[in-house]
């Protein structure tokens, strides 16, 4: 059974940085393509990033401000975020699938094990 287990949302002013954890059980990262999402209330989840075991892929408005990674000794993956911006108060879910990533996007429709979601909020 596949479990995501994210943590370390909050609440930041415009400008500032916050990590995000997930931790996954019953998958190895490793060997998975894991990813970011968010959803703002009333709009669609978007995929922010993802990660494979060769290379990373962020959406357009998080480029050069987010980063991914993952350790893979304790399975768990992150997102760093930086300069925050108000646009980026959503509620955020990693997301998981086996085997590699679709080159060039996050999505939405690869991934079949999701976490539960933890809330950002960025005020200005």
């Known amino acids: 059974q596949v479990q995501l287990v994210e943590s370390g949302g909050g609440s930041v002013q415009a400008g500032g940085s916050l990590s995000l954890s997930c931790r996954a059980s019953g998958i190895p990262i490793s060997t998975a393509c894991m990813a970011w999402f968010r959803q703002a209330p009333g709009k669609e989840r978007e995929g922010v990033a993802h990660?494979?075991?060769?290379?990373?892929f962020y959406a357009d408005s998080v480029k050069g401000r987010f980063t991914i990674s993952r350790a893979n000794s304790k399975n768990t993956l992150y997102l760093q975020m930086n300069s925050l911006k108000p646009e980026a108060t959503a509620m955020y879910y990693c997301a998981a699938k086996r085997g590699p990533c679709t080159a060039g996007i996050v999505w939405l429709p690869d991934f079949n094990y999701w976490g539960q979601g933890t809330q950002v909020t960025v005020s200005s």
């Open positions: 990660i494979t075991s060769a290379s990373t």
